[in-house]
């Protein structure tokens, strides 16, 4: 393994006003908590499948979120929890859907990687990687011929960039002047595959930029640059109705997935990017500058706690979706009912 | 009787009035606009569409498939053309990833109101890469609606129905029938469904269950097998996804016998798929087994006469048909 050049920390004061700097510490808070709720869940069996844990990568989904409105459409990845949650979908249906059960935000049908709700525009939850991109650009292409004012995000970690379907949505994207803001969550490593094992040029900047639309790099542990630089491209995107790609570089504490042993990075880099752990060191941030004080800071944690429990709780009241029901959203039910296998049906 | 038109001009026309009667419809694909469309089926609406919505793709199956999907989640009607089934397999991932699982994956709340058209099949010459008939991979899909027009009154007709599903519709259209001509109906604003078989052919001795570019082949050896005294009943599946399987069953009671045509590869066929609901469904009806003529298990050869000998045609359906009879050639 590579010995990796961790940056320093991110510092120096907020820009903000209080409230709204307390805001994105809320965000992060959110999602930290309801992961590492769902961590132990996973452990109790009472979530089940594959788990893709953000924890390490707050600051990215705190700082974009917040830099759109409710009009715009986020398509993002297995890895989807905090985006979901800041888009605006209930933690309780999000922790339902995780426990499978009918009142989550898909049935129980998607599971961790499949959270959608389209009241909140929030167009999943896509597993295949990289799959999520020409969705996006098909959703930018459509509020441009409806002349809708809004624009599509589309989250995807640096691993798509090795497929196809990023080249081919960057391009059409372009091509067609779509309103997408390409946010490019590059964490270092693909499943365990390491940035540099798996591309021949690793600054992927070049890579958009070479489709002919405008990039930006941000540290994706500073939750202020990421926020400062998603307002700033969301705005261009909106104004230039055309596509921008933000490369925004994170890193995630936990492994991959539940199933992952970890064995690919050493554990000195991960406790090297900890020290670059985007709620303590804005935490830290705030409170040098008198935004924060301890008390405060234990406030909106004992919020976000309970919140998860309270989204817990309501997970373990909701019900099993009916075995009948198996059938059900095949098709959307304007047509006949589906016929069960014919094999047990007609004969 | 109706109008005579060509499979080609009813496309076209069915293009046109989905272009016309919603807003939301476009036509996106390679070298549908400044080209006239690869088979000429959109010759000319460019010119009266404009670029948004006879829209040319870059050689991007995966990009702008997944971007159609994209567009009807957003709101639009797209349609999609693939300009062969060939290239399809470029588009396998949001096709069956996506387009078919986002209603059920969403709990059913997002539709996808896309409709993918693409030429599909062999008989040309242009050899292994350009002749392949992959529906029956389509049809395995849960979620997926497949079609494949077989005359000018469905090539003109299913388009609009397609558009009025909900939820993702694939149209297979035969290069061979792209010429053939025939007669629509007096009433040209009825409606065709995309739920049912429809007999082509009435007859008594024996089932010929097929569709696509093998109808024409199928209707040919009927004529022949009459000459010969015996009846075929010939079935046009139409629709692939759902099967209707009352038509085929009624037909295979009646008749007693049954031979599918499919110009896929025999392994894992439609065919296959039909003959197994017939033997589910159908079993104690039979009084012979069921047989198939299916394309050979080779990729489909560039000369002629590979070609011809690789393929499903008339000789070769006369003679299954012969077989379960039990009369000789």
């Not at chain 1, 990215?60 to 917040?66: E, K, N, P, T």
């Not at chain 1, 995000?153 to 059409?172: I, K, S, T």
Request: charged share 20%; hydrophobic share 45%.
């Amino acid at each position: 393994m590579n010995k990796m050049k961790v940056p320093a920390p991110p510092s120096g004061p907020v820009p903000w006003e209080k409230p709204f700097a307390l805001s994105l510490l809320s965000d992060m808070l959110r999602i930290r908590r309801m992961e590492e709720r769902a961590a132990e869940l996973y452990g109790q069996q009472k979530i089940r499948g594959f788990l893709h844990l953000y924890i390490g990568e707050e600051a990215v989904a705190a700082g974009a979120l917040r830099a759109l409105s409710a009009d715009d459409n986020v398509v993002a990845t297995y890895r989807e929890h905090g985006h979901a949650l800041l888009h605006g979908l209930k933690m309780d249906a999000i922790m339902a859907e995780m426990f499978g059960r009918q009142d989550g935000c898909s049935r129980g049908r998607g599971g961790s990687m499949h959270l959608f709700d389209r009241t909140r525009r929030f167009f999943g939850g896509q597993a295949i990687v990289g799959g999520g991109l020409p969705l996006a650009a098909g959703l930018a292409l459509a509020d441009k011929l409806l002349k809708r004012q809004a624009l599509t995000a589309c989250f995807f970690g640096e691993g798509a960039v090795a497929e196809g379907a990023f080249h081919e949505a960057m391009n059409l994207a372009a091509l067609w002047q779509l309103p997408v803001l390409f946010c490019c969550e590059n964490n270092l490593y693909a499943m365990g595959t390491a940035l540099a094992r798996s591309e021949s040029q690793t600054d992927l900047c070049l890579k958009a930029a070479s489709y002919g639309m405008d990039v930006m790099t941000v540290d994706g542990m500073d939750v202020v640059a990421v926020h400062e630089t998603v307002r700033f491209a969301a705005q261009k995107v909106r104004e230039a109705s055309a596509p921008m790609f933000v490369e925004l570089r994170t890193y995630r504490f936990r492994a991959h997935s539940m199933f992952d042993p970890d064995l690919y990075r050493a554990k000195q880099e991960i406790e090297a990017w900890k020290t670059r752990g985007p709620v303590h060191t804005y935490t830290a941030r705030l409170k040098a500058q008198g935004h924060l004080t301890e008390d405060e800071f234990l406030a909106l944690d004992a919020s976000a706690q309970a919140e998860v429990e309270a989204a817990v709780a309501f997970a373990e009241g909701s019900n099993w979706e009916p075995v009948e029901d198996l059938l059900r959203d095949v098709h959307t039910p304007t047509q006949a009912a589906p016929v069960a296998n014919a094999a047990a049906g007609a004969a | 009787m109706g109008r005579r038109i060509s499979y080609r001009e009813a496309l076209r026309e069915a293009l046109r009035a989905a272009l016309q009667s919603d807003p939301r419809a476009f036509l996106m694909g390679e070298d549908v606009g400044c080209y006239g469309g690869t088979y000429a089926v959109s010759k000319g609406l460019l010119e009266e569409f404009g670029p948004e919505r006879i829209r040319d793709t870059p050689l991007s199956e995966l990009g702008f498939v997944g971007a159609g999907i994209g567009a009807a989640l957003g709101g639009m009607r797209p349609i999609v053309e693939i300009m062969t089934v060939n290239f399809s397999l470029l588009a396998l991932d949001p096709i069956v990833n996506s387009a078919a699982m986002l209603h059920h994956m969403s709990g059913g709340q997002f539709s996808v109101p896309l409709v993918i058209r693409m030429a599909t099949g062999a008989g040309r010459q242009v050899a292994a890469q350009h002749s392949n008939s992959f529906e029956c991979w389509y049809a395995h899909v849960p979620g997926l609606r497949v079609l494949a027009p077989a005359t000018v009154e469905d090539a003109r007709g299913m388009l609009q129905a397609a558009l009025a599903d909900p939820d993702p519709v694939l149209i297979f259209e035969h290069a061979q029938l792209y010429n053939i001509e025939g007669e629509l109906p007096e009433d040209e604003s009825r409606a065709v469904d995309i739920a049912s078989a429809r007999v082509r052919r009435v007859g008594t001795d024996v089932s010929l269950i097929t569709f696509g570019g093998s109808l024409p082949k199928a209707l040919q050896a009927a004529e022949q097998l009459a000459g010969l005294g015996i009846a075929a009943e010939v079935i046009d599946l139409r629709v692939l996804r759902p099967l209707d399987d009352a038509t085929v069953m009624a037909s295979v009671r009646k008749c007693r016998r049954a031979v599918v045509v499919d110009e896929g590869w025999r392994s894992g066929s439609l065919a296959a798929e039909v003959m197994a609901r017939i033997s589910e469904q159908a079993f104690f009806d039979l009084d012979a087994p069921l047989a198939r003529v299916c394309s050979e298990e080779v990729p489909i050869p560039y000369a002629r006469h590979m070609e011809e000998a690789a393929l499903p045609q008339v000789p070769k359906i006369v003679a299954a048909v012969q077989a379960v009879m039990g009369v000789g050639a």
